[in-house]
């Protein structure tokens, strides 16, 4: 990683495509939940690495360069959510986050749409945790500086989004 | 942190796959990314071409010197020439009043003056013919 730090800051194409198979889609899966739509999180995916190349010097020295873009994709979703800020923010359909929304398989597509549910009853900052941990591949010392939060914080959020998950599989399961 | 949870994550989390970033996006991005450093790359050219900040601090410097120099040669020059015309202006207005006196006695004065100088000028050239003259003889200093 250190040397992808060092190829980014020299300001190699090369280095931002490879950067961009590395994370690309965990960005982007992330920005459709925080945004509530592709395109918003296609432009804002853009804009990320837009801004990892104005401040590509600082690159050198990011220990984690996922975690990097993921706090900076999660700057430009803030900016663009507090733009619309008079516009009730969207929420993402199932079919937007899962490929399993999607599936031919009827229950496949069921069980998608129940965890988008499951997902939507978590509080924000508790969804945020398990966005980046379970999707992102982040580890909590990760999200802890994504999300500029204190790492015991983090892992409170997280123990409780997971309780909360738990316990609604299991009543539906029940049900 | 409690890093033994981290794979502590409900199975039906880990059942669904996440949806990717569409094919079309990836050379979309590295294109812009390929743009703003090909940007970049012409406004460091473009700042490198210019002079050091050194160079250019000595060129004001230098300059800067000139203009002083030249300023103060002005300054200088000035109230010397006007000391010369302000000198000419009395010379001939004492002149004037003179030759306006009835008596002549300024106008003489300042004529006798005129001829001390026309003498002394006189005297010096006799002095110079007498050094000349006293080299063509053939005559010595007695003792």
């Not at chain 1, 020299?10 to 495509?17: I, S």
């Not at chain 1, 199932?94 to 929304?101: G, N, P, Q, S, T």
């Not at chain 1, 597509?109 to 900052?125: F, K, S, V, Y």
Request: charged letters at 30%.
């Amino acid at each position: 990683m250190g040397d992808l730090g060092k190829r980014l800051a020299r300001g190699e194409v090369a280095a931002f495509a490879e950067l961009y198979d590395l994370c690309a889609d965990r960005l982007h899966h992330y920005l459709v939940y925080q945004l509530g739509s592709r395109d918003d999180a296609d432009e804002v995916l853009q804009e990320t690495f837009l801004r990892l190349v104005r401040g590509r010097e600082k690159l050198a020295g990011v220990e984690s360069m996922t975690g990097y873009s993921f706090m900076i994709a999660r700057n430009e979703a803030l900016r663009r959510l507090a733009a619309r800020s008079n516009e009730s923010r969207r929420r993402a359909e199932a079919a937007e986050l899962f490929l399993e929304a999607t599936h031919d398989d009827h229950e496949v597509r069921e069980a998608a749409e129940e965890l988008t549910m499951a997902l939507a009853r978590l509080r924000p900052e508790q969804r945020e945790v398990v966005e980046l941990k379970c999707y992102g591949g982040l580890t909590l010392a990760e999200i802890a500086d994504v999300t500029a939060a204190p790492p015991g914080t983090v892992a409170t959020r997280y123990r409780t989004a997971i309780g909360i998950l738990r316990d609604w599989f299991s009543r539906t399961c029940h049900d | 942190m409690t890093d033994d949870m981290t794979d502590e994550w409900p199975d039906e989390l880990a059942r669904l796959s996440p949806q990717k970033a569409p094919a079309e996006l990836r050379p979309r991005v590295l294109a812009a990314v390929s743009e703003a450093l090909s940007a970049a790359a012409n406004t460091t050219a473009t700042r490198k071409r210019r002079k050091p900040r050194w160079e250019r601090a000595l060129e004001l410097a230098t300059a800067a010197s000139l203009l002083i120099g030249i300023g103060m040669n002005l300054w200088q020059a000035r109230p010397d020439a006007t000391w010369r015309e302000q000198a000419v202006r009395r010379a001939l207005e004492a002149k004037a009043i003179a030759a306006k006196q009835p008596d002549g006695s300024a106008a003489r004065a300042i004529a006798h003056a005129d001829a001390a100088k026309a003498d002394a000028r006189t005297s010096w050239e006799r002095y110079h013919q007498l050094l000349r003259d006293l080299a063509a003889t053939t005559a010595t200093f007695k003792l």
